[in-house]
């Protein structure tokens, strides 16, 4: 197996350009929205509002105005599929659809995909969703094919900022940690990395510089797998199983038992009327 | 916010409400169709005949809702074979959705054969088919159809338990209480079913549809008081939760109330108390299953 290859992406330089967006369509030949006309969000600076089928890469503003509107700031973040070391959706992919590669990240290959959704559910990060002309589930492959010829994924190619960085999980690692020292030794102190170590599902292979809570920026804090809930799902439903099956048991039984009483007593009513 | 409020909706909608509507009834028919099969009186076996044929009819139901949701019905079948190697999706045994695959296939499978050995033991098949219904095979068949059905009418809620969803993923009621649920259902059809045919059997259906009613309700209670009260707020506190009430109260106290005076409204006091819980088990699902799709 190759090295753990991904993404660290430094949300403190990110300029909200969203040419990783757009490398990220040119490349995967994706669909505009809306068969190309522009809609605008109408709430937002961002119009390309979520990732989709069709939205592998999607850059976050997150507009945080005091009610006056006196003060300001936005936050910008390049999101996309943290590639997780536990993947969500790999778990609990039925068709075997969903696998993990060679650089230790995670592609669905659409040839296999039934369009079950179960993925779509299980994702903690709300990352898949159903590509409408495919109809196959759909999200980032971290440019598979890009990285089996050796190039760069298409978005880390195109961060103007190097907000998106690519590389060796290790090497990434040290370089996050090092950006995070250098940014709280100028009084950043909100700055924090979140997935960089294994206490979200194993690690992300696609983790990131933060300036605030990760709710801010609509990551969970504690995202968790699957099977974890479902242990304890199944086990109670095992305990009503047995509960009903006994109820069931019970009562064929007790009838049974009140039917052989009653035949016993009919026959020695029987026996006492003939005089035996 | 809960964690679970930043995932997105797999729109499971409408199809599926209706398939899990089904696929109780039909797994907890299996259910008490095997225990009668197996440890009731023989002259109440077609009883249990109409269990194994409410099984098979549902599993053929539910199969065709279940491909008919997926977004390539086409590839119904990737779901119980892998299309690459072929080898069953039962390897995977940590994906809920495929042992919820094999499990309706066997539900179906088992059902089937044994309701034909049923039908051809009562000579309206061929007899030679009898066999499948006879003896130690016979046994097998019914109490394979019966645990087959017990894994697919809970499976269900566990499959809603094992996602990042909201409502689903925030508690790991469901699974029991969509089983209890599929009990009290199951009993109620086969109680409208044999009528006044074997008063026995409908005496013993209706103390399993008061043990069911009275589980559901009690797992109902705890599910909403566990429930963290941001999921509780965002998640209930609309017109599911309504839809909820209304279930419980419609489709589980009242009937329990019937079920537990049988007398009440005459004749029609268990009939009446039947269809409620046939009512009440659907309303119950779109309240599980539309609340978290809509949050
Ligand atoms: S972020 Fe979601 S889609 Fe990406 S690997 Fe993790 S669970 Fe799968
Ligand atoms: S939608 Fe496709 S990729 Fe997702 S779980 Fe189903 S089969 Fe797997």
């Known amino acids: 197996m190759a090295e753990p290859m991904g993404f660290f992406t430094d949300t403190s330089v990110c300029i909200g350009c969203k040419a990783c967006e757009v490398a990220c369509k040119a490349w995967n030949q994706l669909p505009a929205r809306n068969g190309g006309k522009v809609t605008l969000s109408g709430e937002s600076y961002d119009n390309t509002r979520a990732l989709s089928g069709i939205q592998w890469r999607h850059v976050k503003f997150i507009e945080q105005f005091s009610p006056d509107r006196s003060t300001g700031r936005w936050l910008m973040m390049s999101d996309v599929c943290k590639h997780c070391v536990q993947a969500a959706c790999l778990e609990v992919c039925p068709t075997g659809a969903i696998i993990r590669t060679e650089f230790d990240t995670v592609v669905i290959q659409s040839d296999v995909c039934n369009g079950c959704r179960a993925c779509i559910a299980a994702c903690p990060f709300g990352v898949i969703e159903i590509n409408p002309e495919t109809n196959t589930a759909m999200k980032c492959t971290l440019c598979y094919d890009r990285l089996q010829a050796g190039m760069v994924p298409a978005c880390a190619q195109a961060c103007p900022t190097q907000s998106i960085q690519f590389g060796p999980i290790s090497e990434l690692r040290q370089r996050a940690q090092a950006r995070l020292e250098q940014l709280q030794a100028q009084g950043v102190t909100q700055a924090r990395l979140y997935g960089h170590d294994e206490s979200i599902l194993g690690g992300l292979n696609s983790f990131y510089l933060l300036l605030d809570e990760p709710e801010v920026y609509g990551l969970p804090s504690n995202p968790q797998l699957p099977s974890q809930k479902a242990a304890p799902a199944s086990a109670l439903s095992t305990a009503g199983a047995v509960a009903l099956g006994l109820l069931g048991l019970v009562g064929l039984r007790k009838q049974r038992m009140d039917k052989l009483a009653a035949e016993e007593r009919d026959r020695r009513q029987q026996a006492s009327e003939t005089g035996e | ?295």
């Not at chain 2, 259910?31 to 099969?37: E, V």
């Not at chain 2, 699974?175 to 044999?194: K, W």
């Open chain 2, 1 to 295: 916010m809960p964690d679970t409020f930043f995932t997105k909706s797999p729109h499971w909608g409408w199809w599926a409400v209706t398939e899990f509507f089904i696929a109780g009834i039909a797994g907890a028919a299996a259910a008490i169709a095997a225990l009668l099969w197996l440890v009731g009186n023989r002259n109440d076996r077609f009883v249990a005949r109409y269990g194994f044929a409410i099984a098979t009819v549902g599993s053929a139901l539910s199969g065709l809702l279940l491909t008919f949701d997926l977004k390539r019905p086409e590839r119904f079948w990737h779901m119980l074979l892998f299309s690459k190697t072929l080898g069953p999706t039962f390897q995977k045994w940590w994906a809920p959705m495929a042992d919820g695959a094999w499990a309706l296939f066997l539900l179906g499978s088992f059902s089937f054969l044994i309701l034909v050995g049923s039908l051809a033991e009562g000579g309206r098949l061929p007899s030679g088919l009898a066999f499948l219904a006879g003896g130690p095979l016979g046994a097998v068949l019914a109490a394979l159809a019966g645990i087959a059905g017990l894994f697919y009418a809970g499976y269900k809620g566990v499959l809603l338990s094992a996602t990042n969803r909201p409502l689903w993923g925030d508690t790991p009621w469901l699974g029991i209480l969509l089983l209890a649920s599929g009990f009290a259902m199951a009993s109620a059809l086969l109680l409208l079913l044999i009528r006044d045919r074997a008063p026995a059997v409908s005496q013993w259906l209706r103390q399993l549809l008061i043990g069911s009613l009275a589980l559901t309700l009690l797992v109902v209670v705890i599910l909403v008081a566990t429930l963290d009260a941001d999921v509780r707020r965002l998640v209930l506190q609309n017109v599911y939760g309504v839809v909820l009430l209304v279930a419980v109260l419609v489709g589980a106290l009242v009937p329990l109330a019937l079920a537990w005076r049988p007398q009440l409204l005459g004749r029609s006091t268990l009939p009446s108390a039947a269809v409620l819980v046939l009512v009440g088990g659907f309303l119950l699902r779109i309240a599980m299953l539309l609340s978290s799709e809509a949050a």
